[in-house]
């Protein structure tokens, strides 16, 4: 194996824990159609699969239903409000980063999460170094699981697919890295809904907690 060069990691569910600002934007806006609240864990098995599937859980709708798509809308605005509001690094990133950039490891970010959100989140975080490339929709021709934005990443970090690996908590983030031609790392302590399982999605390594990440890169720097 080659020696590793960056690491990019998925946002939401991967390298933040964002679900208790989805939490806090959709119950209040619940509470202001006068629905009941959800539990926090059925919103945080279900924030991986975007916005849509959030409106269908809090509303019973589907996305042909009338006033859907006027409700996502209000849902992303409500969530454009809070998104760093409680967000913050898994437990184990923080000294994860520090020890990749004290060995001259790149790395980055590649999400389906749009610029519009990630930018000012991005921003807003104590982090110990900067990432080299952050990769949103927005920058791309098809989001993953397409291969493009690994792509686009490990030509930022100048190297080979080979000298880079990408930690995801979902199977389109273990496709994509399969897409690109790279090893990839399932977080199971991610996003994960309750009838799926990491281990069944095919990634290079498994990991259960965010601290575990270093052991897998520490051998290939």
């Known amino acids: 194996m080659k020696r590793l060069k960056a690491v990019l990691f998925d946002l939401d569910g991967t390298l933040l824990d964002t679900a208790p600002d989805f939490v806090l934007t959709l119950n209040e806006m619940l509470a202001r159609h006068d629905k009941p609240s959800i539990a926090a864990e059925r919103i945080r098995n279900t924030v991986s699969q975007g916005a849509r599937a959030l409106i269908t859980l809090g509303f019973d709708l589907e996305e042909d239903d009338k006033g859907f798509d006027v409700l996502r809308q209000e849902l992303l605005d409500s969530y454009a409000a809070n998104l760093s509001a409680k967000s913050q690094l898994f437990p184990g990133i923080y000294d994860l980063l520090s020890r990749l950039s004290d060995h001259n490891v790149a790395w980055g970010v590649a999400t389906n999460k749009p610029e519009r959100f990630t930018t000012p989140l991005m921003a807003a975080l104590s982090l110990p170094s900067e990432p080299y490339v952050v990769i949103c929709p927005d920058h791309v021709s098809a989001p993953k699981p397409d291969a493009e934005s690994l792509l686009m990443a490990c030509e930022a970090a100048g ?63």
């Open 159 to 221: 190297c080979s697919v080979d000298e880079a690996i990408y930690v995801g908590d979902h199977l389109r983030d273990i496709e994509c890295g399969a897409n690109a031609g790279m090893d990839t790392v399932a977080a199971a302590y991610g996003y994960v809904a309750e009838d799926d399982c990491a281990g069944s999605w095919g990634a290079t390594y498994l990991v259960e907690s965010a601290g575990d990440i270093w052991a897998i890169i520490e051998g290939r720097i």
